[in-house]
């Protein structure tokens, strides 16, 4: 079983639909929790990052953390073309990073 | 300009060849990373280094070796390379003072293929 476990999609959805992302894991000394973005053929950047359970929110993003679960999820509001890509989770405890496969995410018009 | 790049973009390469992808950075970042991606399996670490002197092993560090240059400059090398190592690489930069390794900043990637 992986540490991470992420859907790889794709995901389909309308321009203005809500994304619905998510990773589980299996690891509960995971502490740090972070959201990637990569375009097609450009590197992961870094899109949210939170170390505690609850929601973090950031313009249409918002993070969500449930350690009891270990469950993480990212929602992207009033989805854009432009936020068609691939989306990373990575999870951290110490010096471990661990990254999901990612999710491939697109937006039609 | 891009902050960490990395060079050559693609590279194709034969069975049993010696290659060496290159990275550089102008971050000012001491600490850097070399990942290995392929379809699904997310990103892997392959070597890392939190100071010119220091070089330390990752999950999948066979079948590769890394020299860090100078602060700005960590280059991987596949000595004799293997049709399983044709994957994209990633080098990536972080520094404690912006959060800690766990920010990284990636560069676009060498897309290598072994034949």
């Known amino acids: 079983q992986k540490e991470v476990e992420q859907d790889p999609g794709p995901l389909s959805v309308p321009e203005g639909a809500i994304v619905s992302l998510n990773c589980t894991y299996s690891n509960s000394a995971f502490q740090y929790f972070m959201w990637y973005r990569q375009y097609s053929r450009k590197g992961p950047e870094l899109l949210m990052y939170t170390y505690s359970s609850g929601n973090k929110e950031d313009g249409r993003f918002t993070a969500q953390v449930d350690k009891s679960s270990k469950y993480i999820s990212l929602f992207i509001r009033d989805s854009q073309p432009s936020d068609s890509a691939t989306y990373l989770c990575a999870i951290a405890a110490g010096n471990k990073l661990t990254f999901g496969g990612g999710t491939r995410v697109l937006v039609k018009p | 300009d891009a902050d960490v790049t990395q060079t050559p973009r693609n590279r194709i390469t034969k069975t049993g060849k010696r290659i060496m992808l290159e990275c550089s950075q102008t971050?000012?970042?001491?600490?850097m990373y070399w990942y290995r991606q392929d379809p699904g399996l997310g990103l892997r670490l392959i070597y890392y280094?939190?100071?010119?002197?220091?070089?330390n092993k990752g999950e999948i560090s066979d079948g590769y070796s890394v020299s860090r240059q100078a602060q700005a400059k960590f280059s991987l090398s596949l000595e004799s390379a293997i049709p399983n190592q044709t994957a994209l690489y990633f080098c990536a930069t972080s520094d404690p003072s912006e959060g800690g390794y766990e920010k990284l900043f990636f560069g676009s990637g060498t897309q290598l293929s072994v034949l």
């Open positions: 971050k000012g970042h001491d600490r």
């Open positions: 280094s939190f100071d010119v002197k220091d070089i």
